[in-house]
């Protein structure tokens, strides 16, 4: 069995070792597996090898299988402190046989993931539900952020020369304001990010409270993450297409000038030109 290996620095998930079900429709085997995030964001498995009996034949026979559709099998597994995985999109980049002397057949599968989810429980808890996303090719050099009826957005990236290509160590992080007492029940006091399921509840609350503005971010929220419905996608591409607010004082356009300073405010005025001669 794979035994965790120390996190590299840029490792965004330590090494865990989790175990649960390996499966593939009806069909389903036990099987443990070592499961890290790489510094450019990709799920990496080490899975331990599988006895090859006849509950686990499936394993090799969507392998060989003559079509060539890819075969994306599930695995669902906890950890010892309490972590857990899960995904529906499992597939094989090799599915190796060993016959050790005693063990009989085992499978030696090299997996990937197109799309996982792993849960773990944050080291010091975080008393009102965040989103936070990973970026790549991002860079600043300066703090980013911004308060809005969301609550507050951060944004970092590196900005040092020898920073890894792809490494996907920038991110994009939303942090609510709003007092648990105004969360769906699913969002508040949770210990996860804010779910897809809570920001569509959140946009149908504040809709119904009159509160666009807030609703429009939650459904932006939603489309960065794919997860917009259509009226939520309608609502995000309607607040874009909306001109930039401008609480600034109006300013005469009968005066001629360059340029002229109100209230703390640049303002341009009309140039007077007149042709040569």
Known sequence: MPTPSPAKKTTLAEPKLFSGTFALGADAVEASAVIHIDSSGELVFEFSPIPYTAQSDFISGAWHDPSSDVAHFSFKATAEDGARFET?????????????????????????????????????????????????????????????????????????????DDAADGWLAERTALPEASLPE?????????SPDSLHTLVALWQSQGRNDAAACAASVLVALGAAGPDEAELHAGSVALPPRADLPSVADDQPGSLEQRNGAARPRRLSMKPPG
């Open 186 to 194: 699913e969002a508040a006091g949770a210990e996860e990010p804010l």
């Open 88 to 164: 529906d999109h499992l597939f094989f980049s090799s599915l190796g046989m060993a016959s050790p002397e005693d063990a009989g057949t085992l499978l030696t599968p090299k997996a990937r993931c197109a799309k996982g989810t792993l849960r773990y429980a944050l080291k010091e808890p975080f008393p009102l539900p965040a989103l936070r996303m990973r970026l790549k090719g991002f860079r600043n050099f300066g703090s980013l952020h911004a308060e809005c009826v969301l609550g507050r957005l951060e944004m970092n990236g590196p900005h040092e020369a020898d920073d890894e």
